[in-house]
């Protein structure tokens, strides 16, 4: 009997969590481990993550794939294209209240082979400075 390989859960995750922030009037955002996959301006790249707010507002031409999430984004007033690859997706979550999900995201380093990055929403400052909804893990 052969075994078929399942697609991730992850995009599902994500494109649920989006739609909950979205139906609560939330804004939804993304924390992205960046790496050379990852297609955004990395003058905005910290610690190497970027929070991207992936509201209806604040992107054009939005589409959550399963292999890509890619929109039209502006910043500090330049219109960018933005490919994230889901993999590279560490967490959703409602800018008002922090409420979100993690992801585990994995690199190849060759010299020592397979390791977990952990995600860390809270190591990219917000702009302009003020309190900061932490992020809640939802299990």
């Given at each position: ?18 739609e ?41 031409q ?31 979550y ?12 994995h ?24 309190p900061?909804p ?6």
């Amino acid at each position: 009997m052969e075994t078929a390989e399942t697609t991730s859960t992850r995009p599902y995750l994500v494109r649920a969590m989006y739609e909950w922030c979205v139906d609560n009037g939330f804004t939804p955002f993304l924390v992205v481990s960046v790496d050379s996959s990852v297609r955004v301006p990395q003058e905005f790249v910290r610690d190497g993550e970027i929070v991207l707010n992936v509201s209806a507002g604040a992107t054009n031409q939005l589409s959550m794939g399963n292999a890509f999430i890619e929109f039209k984004g502006r910043f500090s007033g330049v219109a960018r294209d933005i490919v994230v690859p889901m993999e590279r997706v560490s967490a959703i979550y409602a800018r008002e209240n922090g409420q979100g999900m993690t992801f585990p995201v994995h690199s190849v380093d060759r010299d020592k082979g397979d390791k977990a990055e952990k995600p860390s929403a809270s190591t990219v400052p917000e702009s302009p400075p003020k309190p900061r909804p932490a992020l809640t893990r939802i299990k």
